[in-house]
């Protein structure tokens, strides 16, 4: 069971950039999904999340220019980030709770996708 995440690249401040996040594996459910990122010398912090029932939270920075969703079918959530700025780049993790299940048991767990870098720059 994995998170493997997509779509980082360089663009120039004001473009855009889709991120994407699929889980793989034998997966009973996903809960909370959501993305974080990462500056040089900052902290992680939290960008979006969606729960399964598509309740969406924001960080204050990326209100109204990022949008979070979530295909369910496709077992992926994506992060369209629009009228980006230089200091959105860093690197993005996406995060999800995957439930799956075991020796006879379901289980809960956080995973975290391998990160992907969002430079913008002119």
């Known amino acids: 069971v994995q998170l493997q995440a997509s779509g980082g690249g360089l663009v120039q401040p004001g473009g855009s950039l889709r991120l994407s996040c699929v889980a793989s594996?034998?997966?009973?459910?996903?809960?909370?999904m959501g993305w974080y990122r990462q500056a040089p010398g900052k902290q992680r912090e939290l960008v979006a999340s969606?729960?399964?029932?598509?309740?969406?939270n924001y960080a204050d920075s990326v209100k109204g220019r990022f949008t979070i969703s979530r295909d369910n079918a496709k077992k992926t959530v994506y992060l369209q980030m629009n009228s980006l700025k230089p200091e959105d780049t860093a690197v993005y993790f996406c995060n999800a709770e995957l439930v799956t299940f075991s020796s006879g048991k379901f289980r809960s767990n956080d995973f975290w996708g391998q990160g992907t870098l969002v430079t913008v720059s002119s």
């Open positions: 969606v729960s399964s029932g598509g309740s969406v």
């Open positions: 594996g034998i997966i009973f459910s996903i809960n909370d």
